[in-house]
T-cell receptor, first 117, second 114 residues
Framework: AQTVTQSQPEMSVQEAETVTLSCTYD???????LFWYKQPPSRQMILVIR??????QNATENRFSVNFQKAAKSFSLKISDSQLGDTAMYFC??????????????FGEGTQLTVNP | NAGVTQTPKFQVLKTGQSMTLQCAQD?????MSWYRQDPGMGLRLIHY???????DQGEVPNGYNVSRSTTEDFPLRLLSAAPSQTSVYFC?????????????FGDGTRLSIL
């Protein structure tokens, strides 16, 4: 079974600075998908960024980018120019492509990020 | 575009009561799923459906029942509520299963079992 580990329960950063959130996963599959979701205090689950394992190029979405290291099974999220609105719980999630998986998302435990003014 | 709509947003039940959490999506998504979120943990899959008339168990299915009679609706039933089912429940949908299509989440239902 796949597992996802986020080793940083809490992090803080000053506004306008850059922060990196770590995520590692374990799988024997070669084709899969990785996601970062953001959950602000409103409780909504908001997709931040996604990465296909077959793509070597790291995904970017405006201020958000990932460092995907397939061999190391690592998928970190970098937030540049941090804003107060980035304060949230961030979840790393894994989804494989096999029908037997139920297309489930396997989530990490989450990292609570606080952006300080 | 409403996306994924969950009702109710909050609910308090007594042990042994039954209830249904409603989930509807208006995006014509084939795949729908239910997750629960407990403190200090990520979301865990309860049940899922890859299309109308097709459902299957996820990681933590015990005590829950689902059906998918239409593409739009995917209700979650608690058969006999237990305190261990106190949690926040999320419904999610995506256009296709087994793909890079992201799951869209509802706003969640906070359920307390006394």
């Amino acid at each position: 079974a796949q597992t996802v580990t986020q080793s940083q329960p809490e992090m803080s950063v000053q506004e306008a600075e850059t922060v990196t959130l770590s995520c590692t996963y374990d799988t024997s599959e070669s084709n899969y998908y990785l996601f970062w979701y953001k959950q602000p205090p409103s409780r909504q689950m908001i997709l931040v960024i996604r990465q296909e394992a077959y793509k070597q190029q790291n995904a970017t979405e405006n201020r958000f980018s990932v460092n995907f290291q397939k061999a190391a099974k690592s998928f970190s999220l970098k937030i540049s120019d941090s804003q107060l609105g980035d304060t949230a719980m961030y979840f790393c999630a894994f989804r494989d492509s096999k029908e037997t998986s139920g297309s489930r998302l396997t989530f990490g435990e989450g990292t609570q990020l606080t952006v300080n003014p | 575009n409403a996306g994924v709509t969950q009702t109710p947003k909050f609910q308090v039940l007594k042990t042994g009561q039954s209830m249904t959490l409603q989930c509807a999506q208006d995006m014509n998504h084939e795949y729908m799923s239910w997750y629960r979120q407990d403190p200090g943990m990520g979301l865990r899959l309860i049940h899922y459906s890859v299309g109308a008339g097709i459902t299957d168990q996820g990681e933590v299915p015990n005590g829950y029942n689902v059906s998918r009679s239409t593409t739009e609706d995917f209700p979650l039933r608690l058969l006999s509520a237990a305190p261990s089912q106190t949690s926040v429940y999320f419904c999610a949908s995506s256009l296709l299963p087994y793909s890079n299509q992201p799951q869209h989440f509802g706003d969640g239902t906070r359920l307390s079992i006394l």
